[in-house]
C-alpha cells in the first residue's frame, strides 16, 4: 500500500486549503490531529477540545477567507489545530512557555487571531461587533463565531444572540457540541436536511413562499408550520426564537458535510447557528477513553498516552481548602459550596462526593453564582463560592450590589490567587485585592501558608454579620503539618515572624517565605529585619503597621497583586496617623503595571520583583547607603 504523500508540510496558511478536494482535506484533517497531538505531547496544554474540532478547523479556513473573514473562537482551548494552520506550527511547541504561543488566541500574536479569548462566552458578542463593523464601513468580510456547549450556560452568549438576532446581523454562530447532547441522533437524514435547509436554492423557494402566503393572509400560519417542521426534525427552537436561522444538527467529522453546508451558510444576509456536533478527544484512544477526554493535560508519551506525574509533595491549596469546607460541614448543615463550572479546580468536588445536596455547580455563570450565594445566605445559610481569582471579575457588579451592599455573608474562596504561570495573564489572579477591598465591611484574607488557609476557612466560616474572602494561590503548599481543629482568628490582627530593628516586611499572602529569605540575606549584611505577616487587608492591622513604622528606617509591603492593592491600604492607614512624614522610607512591592505573559511561576514571580532577592535589593535601596557591594551579592 502506497503512503499518501504528506499534505499538512504544504500548508503555511489557510490560503494552501483553496481549491482542495475534500479528499485533500481530509487527509489535512488526520495529519493536523497527530501534529496537535504530537505538539501537546511535549508542551501540556489543552488537547481534548482540540481534537474534537480538527475537521472544522479545516473546513472553516477552507471555506472562508481568513484573516479578512474574522474568526472568534470562544475561550480557545480548542485553538491549537487552528493556530498550526495559521502559520505558527514552528512555534507550536512553544505553546504556554516563556516567550511562546499563548494557549489562547491573542491579537498581538497572529492576525489570524482578531479577537483574544480566554474567559467562555465572549465569541458571539465579539462576533456581532465585527458584523455590525461590516455593514457600518461597507465592507464584504463575514464574521464567524465557534462556541462550545460548555459556554452556552454563559447568559452573556444568549444577551449577544438576542441582540444579535434583533439586528438580523450577518453572523454564522457555529455551535460545537460535544457533551451536552441537546442534539437528536446524527445520520444521513439530519445530514440531508441540514444541506438543503442552508442550500441557496431552499432560501430562495422559502422567500417567494414567504410573499405569496403574506399577500393570501396565511404567512403567520405557514411560518409557524415551518418552524415547527425544522424544529422537530432538527431541533432549534430556542435559535429560532432568538432570530437566527438554524442549520443542524451536523457530524463535525464529516468533511464532506462540513464543507457543503459552510459554502451554503457563507453567503446568509442575517444570523445563522450551524449545529456541529463533535466527539471531544476526537481520534486519539487515551483522550477518547478518559473521562475528562484529556481537557487539560501535562506531557505525556504519545503512544501509551501515560502523562508525567508530578513529584509526591503537600497538598495542594485547593485540597486543603476543600477538606476544610468538608469538615466545616460536617459540624454545621448549613454550609453550601457553589462553583461555576470548576468542581475539579476548585475542589469543589471532593465536597460534592460528601455533600452532594449542598453542592452546586451553576456552570460558567459567575454573576448568577454571586447572586444564587447572597439569597442563600439572605435565607440563613452558609455558602462558600469558590471561584478563581480572574473569573470573580465576571460577577462583580453582583458582589457590589447583591452581597456588600446588603452585607450579606457569603464567603468567597479565591483560588487561583496570584500569577498562575502557564495560563499567563487571562487567568492571572491579579486584582481581587484591590477590586474587593474597595467595597465597605468586606473582610479579606490572604493565606501565608496551607495551615493559615485552614484557619481562614475556620474563620470565613464563623463571620455571620458582612461578606468575607479569603485568597490562596494555585500549586502546592510549603509543608507544613496541618491542624486537627482549626479555630478562626482574630481578625483585622497580624502576626509578627522575626523581630528585627533596621528594616520592616510586611507581606500579605504567600510571599510570606521568600520575605524570610530576603531577611536572611539583608541580616548577613548587617541589617536587623522585622517580618510580619498582615494576614488581613481588610480590616487592616493598623497598630501593627504603626508600631512597625514608628520602629524601622525602612517599611517594604509586599502582596501578589496589583498597584491598588494592600500596599495602598497601608498608606492611607499610615497617611490617617500621620505618620508618612517622619522621615519613613516606605516601598509598596506589587506585580507590574503590565499584563504579564505566561511562564513559570517561579521566573515570573522574578520578573515581577517579588522574589527573596528582588525584595532585599529593594529594602537596600530604600535605606539610601548605595551599598553596591550588597546589592551584588543579593543579586547572586
Not at 480548542?78 to 499563548?102: C, E, F, N, V
Not at 471579575?393 to 468567597?412: E, M, N, T, W
Not at 516586611?505 to 517580618?531: F, H, N, W
Request: glycine fraction near 10%; hydrophobic fraction near 40%.
Amino acid at each position: 500500500m502506497n503512503t499518501p504523500t504528506p499534505l499538512l508540510d504544504q500548508i503555511s496558511s489557510p490560503a494552501d486549503l483553496k481549491g482542495r478536494t475534500k479528499a485533500e482535506l481530509r487527509q489535512i484533517a488526520d495529519e493536523l490531529r497527530a501534529e496537535t497531538i504530537n505538539a501537546v505531547s511535549v508542551t501540556g496544554g489543552h488537547l481534548g477540545a482540540g481534537l474534537g474540532v480538527v475537521e472544522l478547523t479545516v473546513a472553516i479556513h477552507a471555506v472562508f477567507d481568513t484573516p479578512k473573514d474574522k474568526l472568534v473562537w470562544d475561550v480557545g482551548h480548542q485553538a491549537y489545530p487552528h493556530k498550526i494552520l495559521t502559520g505558527r506550527r514552528d512555534r507550536i511547541r512553544t505553546l504556554r512557555q516563556g516567550g511562546g504561543l499563548s494557549g489562547f488566541t491573542k491579537r498581538e500574536e497572529s492576525e489570524y487571531d482578531p479577537f483574544g479569548a480566554a474567559h467562555a462566552g465572549t465569541s458571539v458578542s465579539a462576533a456581532a461587533g465585527f458584523a455590525i463593523a461590516r455593514e457600518l464601513q461597507g465592507t464584504d468580510n463575514r464574521a464567524i463565531a465557534v462556541v462550545g456547549d460548555g459556554a452556552m450556560s454563559a447568559g452573556m452568549i444568549y444577551e449577544a444572540m438576542n441582540n444579535a438576532g434583533a439586528m438580523h446581523a450577518p453572523l454564522i454562530v457555529i455551535l460545537n457540541d460535544n457533551d451536552m447532547s441537546i442534539a437528536p441522533p446524527v445520520g444521513a437524514m439530519s445530514h440531508y436536511l441540514s444541506r438543503t435547509v442552508s442550500s441557496k436554492g431552499y432560501r430562495q423557494v422559502r422567500n417567494l413562499a414567504k410573499r405569496v402566503v403574506r399577500k393570501i393572509g396565511i404567512e403567520g400560519l405557514v411560518k409557524k408550520a415551518e418552524h415547527s417542521i425544522r424544529s422537530f426534525n432538527m431541533g432549534g427552537d430556542l435559535f429560532d426564537a432568538l432570530g437566527f436561522y438554524y442549520v443542524g444538527p451536523i457530524d463535525g467529522h464529516d468533511m464532506d458535510a462540513l464543507v457543503d453546508v459552510l459554502e451554503n451558510v457563507r453567503d446568509y444576509d442575517g444570523p445563522v447557528l450551524v449545529h456541529v456536533v463533535t466527539q471531544k478527544g476526537k481520534g486519539y484512544v487515551p483522550a477518547e477513553s478518559a473521562d475528562d477526554k484529556y481537557h487539560g493535560v501535562s506531557k505525556f508519551n504519545v503512544i501509551t498516552g501515560e502523562q508525567a506525574k508530578a513529584k509526591a509533595g503537600p497538598p495542594s491549596y485547593t485540597k486543603v481548602f476543600a477538606q476544610e469546607l468538608c469538615r466545616a460541614a460536617e459540624r454545621d448543615p448549613k454550609v453550601v459550596g457553589i462553583t461555576a463550572a470548576m468542581p475539579s479546580g476548585t475542589g469543589l468536588d471532593l465536597f460534592g462526593e460528601k455533600f452532594p445536596d449542598r453542592c452546586f455547580d451553576v456552570g460558567i455563570a459567575e454573576q448568577h453564582a454571586v447572586t444564587f450565594a447572597a439569597g442563600l445566605a439572605a435565607d440563613g445559610m452558609k455558602p462558600f463560592a469558590a471561584i478563581y481569582s480572574t473569573f470573580l471579575q465576571r460577577g462583580y457588579d453582583s458582589v457590589v450590589h447583591d452581597v456588600a451592599i446588603q452585607k450579606l455573608p457569603v464567603r468567597f474562596a479565591l483560588d487561583r490567587a496570584g500569577l498562575v504561570g502557564a495560563d499567563g495573564p487571562t487567568h492571572a489572579g491579579s486584582f481581587d485585592i484591590g477590586y474587593l477591598g474597595a467595597l465597605p465591611g468586606m473582610v479579606l484574607m490572604a493565606a501565608a501558608d496551607e495551615v493559615e488557609l485552614q484557619l481562614m476557612v475556620a474563620t470565613a466560616h464563623s463571620i455571620d454579620d458582612r461578606p468575607s474572602a479569603f485568597r490562596y494561590p494555585r500549586g502546592e503548599g510549603i509543608g507544613l503539618k496541618l491542624l486537627d481543629d482549626p479555630q478562626p482568628l482574630q481578625i483585622g490582627k497580624g502576626r509578627v515572624m522575626k523581630q528585627g530593628a533596621s528594616i520592616a516586611i510586611l507581606s500579605y499572602g504567600t510571599r510570606l517565605q521568600e520575605c524570610l529569605r530576603a531577611a536572611e540575606m539583608l541580616e548577613k549584611q548587617g541589617l536587623s529585619t522585622t517580618v510580619a505577616d498582615a494576614r488581613f487587608a481588610k480590616p487592616l492591622d493598623e497598630d501593627l503597621v504603626a508600631q512597625l513604622a514608628k520602629n524601622h528606617e525602612v517599611l517594604i509591603t509586599i502582596e501578589e497583586g496589583s498597584r491598588g492593592g494592600f500596599g495602598a491600604f497601608v498608606l492611607h492607614s499610615l497617611a490617617e496617623r500621620g505618620l508618612l512624614d517622619r522621615g519613613l522610607r516606605i516601598r509598596t512591592l506589587t506585580l507590574p503595571d503590565i499584563f504579564q505573559d505566561q511562564d513559570t511561576p517561579e521566573r515570573m514571580y522574578e520578573q515581577a520583583g517579588l522574589d527573596a532577592r528582588s525584595i532585599a535589593a529593594s529594602a537596600i535601596k530604600a535605606l539610601g547607603r548605595g551599598d553596591e557591594r550588597a546589592l551584588k551579592l543579593i543579586a547572586g
